[in-house]
Nanobody, 123 residues
Framework: QVQLVESGGGLVQAGGSLKLSCAVS??????MGWFRQAPGKEREFVAA????????YYADSVKGRVTISRDNAKNTVYLQMNSLKPEDTAVYYC??????????????????WGQGTQVTVSS
C-alpha cells in the first residue's frame, strides 16, 4: 500500500506563489503526478514526474508557471506554482503510479491518491 498526504495549500492573491508537498509512505512509486479539480469540473492533469526526475510532464495550462520535483530520499514530491491565476483555484491531488505502469496524464494511470489540498487564488 501507498499513502499520500498533501500539504501546502491555501489562499493566495493572483500573481502569487505556492509550493505543495506530497509525503509518500509505503511502497515506492514510479510516477508521481498532481491533478486538480475545480467545483463542477472534472479532475484534470497538472504535472507528472518519473522516479529519477529525468522526465517531467505538464498540462499546457500550467506550463511555464509550475514545476514538479521529487526528493526520493525524503519520499516527497513537490509542486511549485508561480504566477497563480484565479482559474488555478481547485483541490489539488497527489497521485502515485506503481512500477511497471507507463507514465500517464490521465487519472486512470494512477493507483494511489491523496486526500487533496485546497488552493484558492483571489483576483
Amino acid at each position: 500500500q501507498v499513502q499520500l498526504v498533501e500539504s501546502g495549500g491555501g489562499l493566495v492573491q493572483a500573481g502569487g506563489s505556492l509550493k505543495l508537498s506530497c509525503a509518500v509512505s509505503g511502497r515506492s512509486t514510479y510516477t508521481m503526478g498532481w491533478f486538480r479539480q475545480a467545483p463542477g469540473k472534472e479532475r484534470e492533469f497538472v504535472a507528472a514526474i518519473t522516479w529519477s526526475g529525468g522526465n517531467t510532464y505538464y498540462a499546457d495550462s500550467v506550463k511555464g508557471r509550475v514545476t514538479i520535483s521529487r526528493d526520493n530520499a525524503k519520499n516527497t514530491v513537490y509542486l511549485q506554482m508561480n504566477s497563480l491565476k484565479p482559474e488555478d483555484t481547485a483541490v489539488y491531488y497527489c497521485a502515485g503510479a506503481l512500477w511497471g505502469r507507463r507514465t500517464s496524464v490521465t487519472s486512470r494511470g494512477y493507483d494511489y491518491w491523496g486526500q487533496g489540498t485546497q488552493v484558492t487564488v483571489s483576483s
